[in-house]
Nanobody
Framework: QVQLVESGGGLVQAGGSLRLSCAAS????????MGWYRQAPGKQRELVAA???????NYADSVRGRFTISRDNAKNTMFLQMNSLKPEDTAVYYC??????????????WGQGTLVTVSS
């Protein structure tokens, strides 16, 4: 059994900052790529940022320069530092990871989501 648990969401005023965390646990052999996605009400889920096991990163144009993705491979944890938040960043943020498990091989795993609300 492998799971991802997000934390760090909440309510913040426009211009403020939040830091999201995603912790992986369970029968993990290795974690390959990880990413943050978000889904706003009435919209499709979209990729916010992604990071490889070697820490190469990729960002959506809408967050580049404001958000920073990082990971701690030793602790199977990923982070998203969000600065200069805008009301349009309001969404449920999901953690995603490609995990090689010790029992059944490859799994794509999603977290349960954490709500970020940015007030104007």
């Amino acid at each position: 059994q492998v799971q991802l648990v997000e934390s760090g969401g909440g309510l913040v005023q426009a211009g403020g900052s939040l830091r999201l965390s995603c912790a992986a646990s369970g029968s993990i052999f290795r974690i390959n790529a990880m990413g943050w996605y978000r889904q706003a009400p009435g919209k499709q889920r979209e990729l916010v940022a992604a990071i490889t096991s070697g820490s190469d990163t990729n960002y959506a144009d809408s967050v580049r320069g404001r958000f920073t993705i990082s990971r701690d491979n030793a602790k199977n944890t990923m982070f998203l530092q969000m600065n200069s938040l805008k009301p349009e960043d309001t969404a449920v943020y999901y953690c995603n990871a490609d995990i090689i498990t010790t029992a059944i091989g490859y799994l794509e795993v999603w977290g349960q989501g954490t709500l970020v609300t940015v007030s104007s």
